[in-house]
């Protein structure tokens, strides 16, 4: 499955990241290799999403839309979905209760989750991308 360019300019933007078949081939109940990883990113789009909404107004949907498009062409069976949503919405709430307003601990928090994406979706990408 191949989940091009997904995570967009300033995350992703050279990445391209191809999903082997294997994850198509799990059984219902079963983990992908890379989904530890892959939870560890919506944790990440969860608290950008949720900065974003404090720093950035004008783009206040776009992490939420980037882990849609993260699940879309993912593809998850109902189990990995919910992990995945459940992860997505953790980093939000954690990040919810530290931040009130947009302060520079809260920009900074930002760039800095800007770059763990970056490395998460790199890493995901040469371990299991084609």
């Not at 989940?3 to 995350?11: D, F, K, P, Q, Y």
């Not at 953790?90 to 209760?97: F, I, K, L, P, T």
Request: contains cysteine; hydrophobic residues 35%.
């Amino acid at each position: 499955m191949k989940i091009a360019r997904l995570l967009g300019v300033g995350l992703l933007t050279s990445a391209s990241l191809w999903m082997t078949g294997e994850a198509s081939a799990q059984s219902l109940d079963q983990a992908a290799p890379y989904d530890q990883k892959l939870s560890n990113l919506a944790v990440v789009l969860g608290r950008l999403h949720f900065l974003s909404t404090l720093c950035k107004p004008d783009d206040n949907q776009l992490w939420r839309q980037r882990m849609s498009s993260l699940l879309q062409a993912e593809q998850p069976n109902e189990l990995r979905k919910k992990r995945l949503t459940a992860s997505f919405n953790q980093g939000y709430r954690g990040y919810s209760e530290a931040y009130q307003s947009c302060t520079n601990n809260a920009e900074q928090s930002y760039q800095r989750e800007l770059l763990t994406g970056q490395e998460l979706a790199k890493d995901i990408n040469n371990r299991y991308g084609r």
